[in-house]
């Protein structure tokens, strides 16, 4: 019998937590989430219950948060194996300070040039050889055309590459827009990986598929489902309209019909680049 995908074992690779009543926002926040798009720990668990999501990567988020990863951390460090983590950290940083990260579950630094402006990425270069030597992620957020604008930093670079939110194209610009051709070529570098996520971010709402699946097949064309992850991107910050987890989950679904694929994206290829732990004595799950 086939399986639907609401019973099938999936990871979470891109969402966000916020406590503010226990973890106050930064004084100097760009944005500060309120009312639906506050999400703790303790409600995300239940929305992965609700939908059979075994394990999910945390963000820290540039909004509320940025470098404080106090919240992220207790997360990781009380989630019983379940979440593993992205930090947002200063160019500064120590490689030691780097290292104690890794241990605490987190595998990679986010850059988001998409809300924080292409400035954001001028003096990552030391910050970016640092996460190549500890083999930690450079998670970055673009949007429309600013891949190209990394260019030269990206080919210079060692460090493992993972993309949100499909490169977030213009949805009525086409495959061949500059920065998703830019995206499409860092699938041959081997080091990198996409986040089929974020759809709401560039499609409308109410056609997300038609306004997006061009977009996803050709990355899934171009990377191949073993350096591509799904993500929802709860609790769904700055949203005009409200998004809701189960559809999105049928949406993927509608992307990705063949259920081997959808267990290489949503389960096999997260475990291998995360190190999220296997069930049953290591094998993948039925």
């Known amino acids: 019998m086939r399986k639907n995908i609401y019973d ?23 944005y500060r989430p309120s009312a639906q798009e506050v999400g703790t720990v303790q409600q995300f668990t239940r929305v992965m219950d609700a939908y059979g999501v075994r394990h999910a990567l945390l963000v820290g988020p540039t909004s509320g948060y940025r470098t404080d990863n106090r919240y992220l951390l207790e997360a990781l460090a009380t989630g019983e194996g379940r979440f593993k983590g992205i930090a947002v950290v200063d160019d500064d940083i120590d490689i030691r300070e780097l290292a104690a990260l890794k241990e605490q ?6 850059f988001n040039p998409a809300n924080e402006g292409l400035g954001v990425m001028s003096g990552v270069h030391r ?17 429309q055309d600013q891949l190209v604008e990394l260019t030269d930093l990206l080919d210079r670079s060692r460090a493992r590459l993972l993309i949100d939110h499909c490169g977030r194209p213009s949805a009525l610009d086409g495959v061949g827009q500059p920065g998703f051709k830019r995206l499409l070529t ?30 996803v097949q050709a990355l899934l064309s171009a990377f191949g489902a ?8 709860w609790p769904f910050l700055r949203e005009q309209a409200r998004v809701d987890y189960g559809p999105l989950l049928k949406l993927a679904e509608r992307f990705m019909p063949d259920p081997d694929v959808r ?24």
């Open 263 to 286: 267990r290489q994206v949503m389960w096999e290829t997260p475990v291998k680049l995360f190190g999220f732990p296997q069930i049953n004595g290591g094998a993948t799950p039925p």
């Open 127 to 143: 910050l970016f050889g640092q996460l190549a030597e500890l083999d930690l992620f450079a998670q970055i957020q673009v949007q």
């Open 105 to 110: 579950g987190v595998v990679g630094v986010a």
């Open 8 to 30: 099938e074992p999936k990871i979470d690779c891109h969402n966000h937590v916020f406590d503010p009543v226990r973890f106050p926002y930064r004084a100097n926040t760009i």
């Open 226 to 233: 073993h350096a591509c992850v799904w993500g929802s991107d």
């Open 186 to 215: 860092l699938a041959d570098s081997g080091r990198a990986s996409v986040k089929l996520s974020g759809m709401q971010k560039f499609g409308n709402m109410d056609t997300l598929y038609e306004d997006t699946q061009v977009y």
